[in-house]
């Protein structure tokens, strides 16, 4: 049994994109693997997912750095705020000309 954030419960379980072994029907068959391939396209294909995961593990990563060393986060956030703005800058100097 697996749930909807693709992780096992059980360790048994499979993925959903896995095709159960053992089956000894063809139709049975095919319908596992349509359906583990279908599993897999929505999986790679869900974007917005995949991005807010992403998302969530670099903000874990940040926190964590920024707890380990408070010192590096301020000037790694200097830093950005830096190259954000020297990027404004350059855009808004383009835009005048």
Same mark, same amino acid.
């Given at each position: 049994? !697996? /749930?909807?954030?693709?992780?096992?419960?059980?360790?048994?379980?499979?993925? &959903? !994109?896995?095709?159960?072994? *053992?089956?000894?029907?063809?139709?049975? #068959?095919?319908? +596992?693997?349509?359906?583990?391939?279908?599993?897999? @396209?929505?999986?790679?294909? /869900?974007?917005?997912?995949? @991005?807010?995961?992403?998302?969530? &593990? *670099?903000?874990? &990563?940040?926190?964590?750095?920024?707890?380990? /060393?408070?010192?590096?986060? +301020? %000037?790694?956030?200097?830093? %950005?705020?830096?190259? @954000? *703005?020297?990027? %404004?800058? %350059?855009? +808004?100097?383009? +835009? #005048?000309?």
């Amino acid at each position: 049994m !697996t /749930n909807p954030d693709h992780t096992a419960v059980e360790p048994t379980a499979l993925p &959903r !994109t896995a095709v159960p072994a *053992g089956i000894i029907d063809p139709v049975q #068959s095919a319908r +596992a693997e349509l359906k583990a391939a279908l599993a897999a @396209i929505e999986i790679k294909g /869900n974007f917005p997912r995949r @991005i807010e995961k992403a998302t969530q &593990r *670099g903000i874990v &990563r940040a926190r964590t750095f920024a707890h380990r /060393n408070p010192a590096g986060a +301020a %000037v790694a956030v200097a830093g %950005v705020a830096a190259a @954000i *703005g020297g990027l %404004v800058w %350059v855009m +808004a100097r383009a +835009a #005048s000309r």
